[in-house]
């Protein structure tokens, strides 16, 4: 199984970004799908995540500016990020629960990706 994840880059502050983290391999079905970030000298932080049926979590610090989707046929989560700040700088790591045939569940880490806010 892997979590190939896109969309990172470096924007202004009140910019937007969307991120996409595809799952694929030998996937029988995912439970929860995340958003984990790292910013230097911090520990690792869960920003957001998504059940399979669609219900959704948030950090306080990004409610109301962040928003998680996924496409279960496509194994794939999204995250919109909008009016970003300074602080949301940190490599993004997507995140997945997943059920390989054979009944196996185990947590996959996509390889993160750079997102830089400058003020």
């Known amino acids: 199984v892997q979590l190939v994840e896109s969309g990172g880059g470096l924007v202004q502050a009140g910019g937007s970004l969307r991120l996409s983290c595809a799952a694929s391999?030998?996937?029988?079905?995912?439970?929860?799908m995340g958003w984990y970030r790292q910013a230097p000298g911090k520990q690792r932080e869960l920003v957001t995540d998504?059940?399979?049926?669609?219900?959704?979590n948030y950090a306080d610090s990004v409610k109301g500016r962040f928003i998680i989707q996924r496409d279960n046929a496509k194994n794939t989560v999204y995250l919109q990020m909008n009016n970003l700040k300074p602080e949301d700088t940190a490599v993004y790591y997507c995140?997945?629960?997943?059920?390989?045939?054979?009944?196996?569940?185990?947590?996959?880490w996509g390889q993160g990706t750079q997102v830089t806010v400058s003020s």
């Open positions: 995140n997945a629960d997943v059920v390989i045939y054979g009944g196996t569940t185990r947590a996959y």
């Open positions: 391999g030998l996937i029988f079905s995912i439970n929860v």
């Open positions: 998504i059940t399979r049926g669609g219900s959704t």
